[in-house]
């Protein structure tokens, strides 16, 4: 399983980024995708996330600015970013909730980051 994800860029306060998420591999089911992002000096961070039903869920930090989808497929997962302020500067991870073939059962995975710089 991989979960590829691109979109990063650097970007002037109060623009606009989309980061994308695809999760590839023999995958019997997704329940959840999502976002996290690590800033510098700091800890990771959760974002946003959406399960298989659809239901969302985002940081208090990025409500309002940040909108988490996913497509048909169910194996790609957007972030829509707007609004961006430096606070936002971090490398995102895309996590994912599966199951994947071979494997006992669901848990975690992770890929690797994309850098957002946004610039004052």
Do not use: H
């Not at 989309?18 to 690590?38: D, E, K």
């Not at 510098?40 to 996330?49: L, N």
């Not at 409500?63 to 970013?81: E, I, P």
Request: aromatic content about 10%; hydrophobic content about 35%; some cysteine.
């Amino acid at each position: 399983v991989q979960l590829q994800a691109s979109g990063g860029s650097l970007v002037q306060a109060g623009g606009s980024l989309r980061l994308n998420c695809v999760a590839s591999g023999s995958i019997f089911v997704i329940n959840s995708l999502g976002w996290y992002r690590q800033a510098p000096g700091k800890e990771r961070e959760f974002v946003a996330s959406i399960t298989r039903g659809g239901t969302t869920r985002y940081a208090d930090s990025v409500k309002g600015r940040f909108t988490v989808s996913r497509d048909s497929t169910k194996k790609t997962v957007a972030l829509q970013m707007n609004s961006l302020n430096s606070e936002d500067t971090a490398v995102y991870y895309c996590n994912a909730d599966l199951w994947a073939a071979g494997t006992p059962g669901a848990r975690d995975y992770w890929g690797r980051g994309t850098l957002v710089t946004v610039s004052s």
